[in-house]
C-alpha cells in the first residue's frame, strides 16, 4: 500500500500549503488596512492612524491649509 500512504502524504501536504498561503494572504490584508489607516499631515507630515484625530489638529496647527479631501467628510 505504498502508493495509498504516498497520495495521503501529498494531500498532507498539500493542505499544509494551502494554509500558508491562506496565512499570507490574510497577513498582507492586515498590513494593507494598517497602511490605509495612517494619514499624514501635508504640512507637517504628522502621521496619525485614525483621521478623526487627525483633523481636529491639523485645522487648529494650520487652519489656513485646506483639508486633504479623504479628510473633509470626516467628522471629528
Ligand atoms: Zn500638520
Same mark, same amino acid.
Given at each position: 500500500?505504498?502508493?495509498?500512504?504516498?497520495?495521503?502524504?501529498?494531500? &498532507?501536504?498539500?493542505?499544509?500549503? &494551502?494554509?500558508?498561503?491562506?496565512?499570507?494572504?490574510? *497577513?498582507?490584508?492586515?498590513?494593507?488596512?494598517?497602511?490605509?489607516?495612517?494619514? +499624514?499631515? +501635508?504640512?507637517?507630515? +504628522? &502621521?496619525?492612524?485614525? =483621521?478623526? +484625530?487627525?483633523? &481636529? =489638529?491639523?485645522?487648529?496647527? *494650520?487652519?489656513?491649509t485646506?483639508? =486633504? =479631501?479623504?479628510?473633509?467628510?470626516?467628522?471629528?
Amino acid at each position: 500500500m505504498a502508493c495509498r500512504q504516498q497520495e495521503i502524504q501529498s494531500q &498532507q501536504k498539500n493542505a499544509k500549503k &494551502q494554509a500558508g498561503q491562506k496565512k499570507k494572504q490574510e *497577513h498582507d490584508q492586515k498590513a494593507a488596512a494598517n497602511a490605509a489607516l495612517i494619514y +499624514t499631515c +501635508t504640512v507637517c507630515r +504628522t &502621521q496619525v492612524p485614525d =483621521p478623526k +484625530t487627525f483633523k &481636529q =489638529p491639523l485645522e487648529s496647527k *494650520h487652519p489656513k491649509t485646506p483639508l =486633504p =479631501p479623504e479628510l473633509a467628510d470626516v467628522q471629528a
